[in-house]
């Protein structure tokens, strides 16, 4: 298994302004994925990040306004750009198992825009 | 799109069994059903995953039928801290990545 962590783990943001969300992993994975809960919703796919590659994002999500790094095989950040308060949700890292294809999931950061 | 179909909530007795069921109809060859829990403002927690035969580990039982097209997840003595949203998801287990597509799920409340 996978062990995630996620910074910060919550916070809440004026309109207008970015947040970058940290994600940690304890080992080497090539997928991360970055997903967006909101309230009372299920999880979405906002995109996979490979590491040395862009970002690929799902329909719906820009690069714009999500911009995410991948910088080595353990990191990864989102940044949630110029955020408005239907921003505000959970939004949550999660790697790929190897070999078995399950998925782990951070804690999630949980984002209040006002 | 989801490529499953999930009742939204269901309750359970504590110490009873919590059957959950979910419709797959669409599911094909290679692609493996899996099931995940989210308790209350955690991230989402890997159950269980199986291909055609039943399944069993220590958190629950998956039960799926011989046309594939439907499951159940078992939890066989539910308790209070199974009350969680419970996700059923079908991908393929091998060849490379496959966006996952969460559904709806079902809200399990675990009554006393």
């Known amino acids: 298994s996978a062990v995630i962590s996620q910074k910060p783990s919550r916070d809440i943001c004026q309109r207008g302004t970015s947040l970058t969300i940290q994600c940690q992993v304890d080992s080497q994975v090539t997928m991360m994925f970055w997903y967006r809960q909101q309230p009372g919703q299920s999880l979405t796919l906002i995109a996979t990040?490979?590491?040395?590659?862009?970002?690929?994002?799902e329909s719906g999500f820009v690069i714009d306004k999500f911009p995410i790094s991948r910088p080595n095989l353990t990191f990864s950040t989102l940044t949630v750009s110029n955020m408005s308060p239907e921003d505000s949700s959970i939004y949550l890292c999660?790697?790929?198992?190897?070999?078995?294809?399950?998925?782990?999931f951070g804690p999630g950061t949980r984002l209040t825009v006002t | 799109d989801a490529k499953t179909t999930q009742p939204p909530s269901m309750d359970c007795a504590e110490g009873r069994a919590a059957n959950l069921p979910c419709n797959h109809s669409?599911?094909?060859?290679?692609?493996?059903v899996y099931w995940y829990r989210q308790i209350h403002s955690q991230g989402p927690q890997y159950i269980i995953h199986?291909?055609?035969n039943n399944e069993t580990n220590e958190m629950a039982s998956l039960i799926i039928t011989e046309d594939r097209k439907s499951s159940t997840l078992i939890l066989p003595h539910a308790t209070l801290r199974d009350t969680a949203v419970y996700y059923c998801?079908?991908?393929?287990?091998?060849?490379?990545?496959?966006?996952?597509?969460f559904g709806t799920g079902t809200k399990l409340q675990v009554i006393p």
């Open positions: 998801i079908v991908r393929v287990g091998s060849g490379g990545y496959q966006k996952v597509t």
């Open positions: 669409t599911i094909s060859g290679n692609e493996y």
């Open positions: 990040a490979n590491q040395g590659s862009e970002a690929t994002y």
């Open positions: 199986g291909l055609k």
């Open positions: 999660s790697v790929e198992g190897v070999g078995n294809y399950e998925q782990y």
